[in-house]
């Protein structure tokens, strides 16, 4: 007969023997605590990239993501991302996520300052002469200052994909 245990965060009565929690969005709540500036910060586990972490199920998860996901459904495609209004990667209110695609991510960032600027070796004037170029991709690279990875890459359309 398994232990009946108290949910540390709803008090409701669980049997799952391994976490002190019933459900992984009691795990969740449990460790979240409102700021003076209305975020919802994930106090447990930060990874390196500074967003919450957490593991329920042998499973990892990122926390804003799971919590999105929890409380709207879960989001269809892999490629959508929980955006934070508030810049604040442990933030988990909803009211400071919404979804969008990595450019609408990269967007916002640019809109607020955030990003570096970026540093491309090649121009788009570059990138049509690399396209039209004959010869190995090791001697176009090296012509321009780039790989041949990267030449492959702009003439398979992988990278530089906006320009003709």
Same mark, same amino acid.
């Given at each position: 007969?398994?232990?009946?245990?108290?949910?540390?965060?709803?008090?409701?009565?669980?049997?799952?023997?391994?976490?002190?929690?019933?459900?992984?969005?009691?795990?969740?709540? %449990?460790?979240?605590?409102?700021?003076?500036?209305? *975020?919802?910060?994930?106090?447990? *586990?930060? %990874?390196? @990239?500074?967003?919450?972490?957490?593991?329920?199920?042998?499973?990892?998860?990122?926390?804003?993501?799971?919590?999105?996901?929890?409380?709207?459904?879960?989001?269809?495609?892999?490629?959508?991302?929980?955006?934070?209004?508030? @810049?604040?990667?442990?933030? *988990?209110?909803?009211?400071?996520?919404?979804?969008?695609?990595?450019?609408?991510? /990269?967007? @916002?960032?640019?809109?607020?300052?955030? *990003?570096?600027?970026?540093?491309?070796? /090649?121009?788009?004037?570059?990138?049509?002469?690399?396209?039209?170029?004959?010869?190995? =991709? =090791?001697?176009?690279? @090296?012509?321009?200052?780039?790989?041949?990875?990267?030449?492959?890459?702009?003439? /398979?359309?992988?990278?530089?994909?906006?320009?003709?």
């Amino acid at each position: 007969m398994k232990k009946i245990k108290t949910c540390k965060h709803c008090g409701a009565e669980h049997q799952n023997h391994s976490n002190p929690y019933c459900s992984m969005l009691c795990s969740i709540n %449990g460790r979240l605590e409102r700021r003076a500036n209305g *975020c919802l910060e994930w106090t447990g *586990c930060v %990874g390196d @990239d500074g967003y919450g972490v957490m593991r329920w199920k042998r499973r990892d998860y990122r926390v804003h993501r799971a919590i999105y996901n929890l409380r709207h459904g879960q989001i269809a495609d892999a490629k959508t991302f929980v955006c934070h209004t508030c @810049d604040n990667p442990r933030c *988990c209110a909803d009211e400071h996520h919404f979804l969008g695609s990595s450019s609408d991510n /990269l967007r @916002d960032a640019s809109a607020k300052g955030r *990003c570096a600027k970026h540093l491309a070796k /090649l121009t788009p004037a570059d990138v049509v002469a690399i396209r039209a170029a004959r010869g190995s =991709q =090791q001697s176009i690279g @090296d012509r321009y200052g780039v790989s041949q990875t990267a030449v492959s890459c702009i003439k /398979l359309r992988k990278t530089w994909k906006h320009i003709s």
